[in-house]
């Protein structure tokens, strides 16, 4: 017969956790945010920003000339301008969770070592 399991509070995560004897004991510091917040590159600012921008205001520039066939190419541009953002907008949202799953698998590490979610004070 195989031994009944123990409880995951009495496991390894447990040995290493602070102790309830040491109220005075300062806890030891929540893990840092990754710094890697840094200013964003001139292409990506131009391909993010910049370039729909243009595309847009081609196409009200397009709309102004007042024809059938400047206003079928004006909200072609604009529409084409729009689709550049939210490409651009899906994409990096689409990164973020990448972002998140990271901090997800650091807060689980803090907790191994720890006993406890870096969150809790």
Known sequence: MRPARRHASEGRARIHA????LRGASRPPAPSPPRNRRRT??????TRWILP??????????????TLDA??????LIAAGI??????????????SDDERDAE???RAYFERFGRWPDER
């Open 53 to 66: 921008a243009v595309i847009i205001v081609a196409g009200l520039v397009a709309l102004s000339f007042g």
């Open 105 to 107: 698998a650091r807060a």
């Open 18 to 21: 602070p102790s309830t004897e």
């Open 83 to 96: 689709a550049v953002w939210l490409i651009s907008w899906a994409y990096r949202y689409g990164l973020r």
């Open 41 to 46: 590159p001139g292409v990506l600012l131009f």
């Open 71 to 76: 206003l079928y190419g004006g909200s072609t």
